[in-house]
């Protein structure tokens, strides 16, 4: 059977993504306060096994996880300036314990640079202290007063990823905002979602920070998601809370720092990337469920079957995959066929009359719906090869179809049109200055998500704005 095709649920993307979040027990965004959810059992486990490719990733580069408080002073947000005059409205205060007041409010966590930097000046002593790579995978808060949507904009931003980097250079820094790169690229290529990494302009960077850069996912709709940003906040936050060490030399110089931070969006783009008519499409590397056996019930050989089934779920079990034997009597085989497409779940096993008599086993990939024949005492090898294969081919077809959807011109007519029909993200030149930076988003009403970080390609021609020489490609789409 051909691939599926996305036309249909990419032209109805927002009620699809609900419909899967539901339907498909990940998450229930009906809870009484706009912006929140509930994660399902199925969805709980799909985020503990995301998370976990993202702490193995940070483990393995030295990070150490922590936990720091939800509740902030605002005394210490309001060191920053930059910081507290970008997020204070964004910010949920709390203003009463019980019934008494408090003499200073808290700020719900909308990000933790400001809990984290009164810590850091008590622990940081020398340079024999440095670098420090900490990380926390916590929830945030936000205000928002734009439309909420699930995963993609919300008020409690859940299973938030932040890593917070000290350093005694700016060039250690710099090298770390590199390897904070690197490790999103690995994360992101084991999902099989496609990215471009763009350095945000300089009126759309994290405040308080010197730059940042930022990883875009183009939805079915058109529209793009920053999935995940990586941030060089040069001395800003060490000067203003005073974090210094001590050199070699014996001076005391500000530390440097970066921090990078995932949200629950790379989940909502992992579906967008490679969901279908039928439901989602897990990759089998974050699948909780890897292999979902399905026995076709026929009454003379109802328990040879059933034994064989579980033969079948013992043994792919024993060699490292995640089985589950759906033996619920009250279902059909086609309802439980819709049931598990729905769920994404990579690879199904069928085992009816005519495969007990042949002694094989029918396999269906979910992302094609292809059916192959196997033996069963083949089963267990060609299911693993599959799952690897399944793996490559999803990556393959979601960058393909990423690549399909960024376009180069010329103009800010062919920009606009390209645009106005969601067509993904549109490149144009640029001059550089962030006069034309502003226009340019006024003019096309979309925003700018920055010029290339992943290319070292040199922009040609005339800025599309003022006709001056264009110095960068800069990068604009319609945003969620």
Known sequence: MPA????????????????????????DYRYPIKGMAVWLPYGFKIRRNLLQVIRDLLDKTGHQEMRFPLLIPETSIAKESEHIKRLEGEMFWVTRGGFTPLEIKYAL????????APMLKLWIR???DLPIKLYQI????????????PLIRMREVDNFKEAHTAHATQKEAEEQVKQGVEIYKKFFDTLGVPYKISKRPEWDKFAGAEYSIAFDVIAPDGRTIQAGTVHNLGQNFSKAFDITYETEKGNREHIWQTCYGLSGRPLGAMLAAHGDDNGAVLPPTIAPIQV?????????MEKEINRTCEDLA???KAAGLTVEL?????????SKYFYWELRGVPIRVEVGPRDMKQGQATVVRRDTLEKQVFKTTELVREVKKIIKTMMDNMRQKAWQWMDEHVYRVNSLEEAKSLLKKRAGVVEVSWCGRDECGHKLEEKLE??????PADSKEKAKGKCVVCGKKAENILRTAITY
């Open 4 to 27: 599926i095709k996305r036309e249909q649920w990419s032209r109805h993307f927002g009620k699809w993504f609900r419909h899967i979040l539901i339907d498909a027990g990940i998450m």
């Open 446 to 451: 979309a925003s700018v998500l920055g010029i």
């Open 109 to 116: 966590r909308p990000t933790s640079e400001t809990a984290i």
């Open 326 to 334: 759906d033996h619920r009597a009250e279902l059909t085989p086609g």
């Open 138 to 149: 916590v929830n945030i808060f936000r205000y928002e007063t734009r439309a909420t949507r």
């Open 126 to 128: 020398s340079h024999a």
């Open 292 to 300: 979902v056996i399905i026995p076709i019930p026929f009454k003379e």
């Open 314 to 316: 013992s043994k792919l």
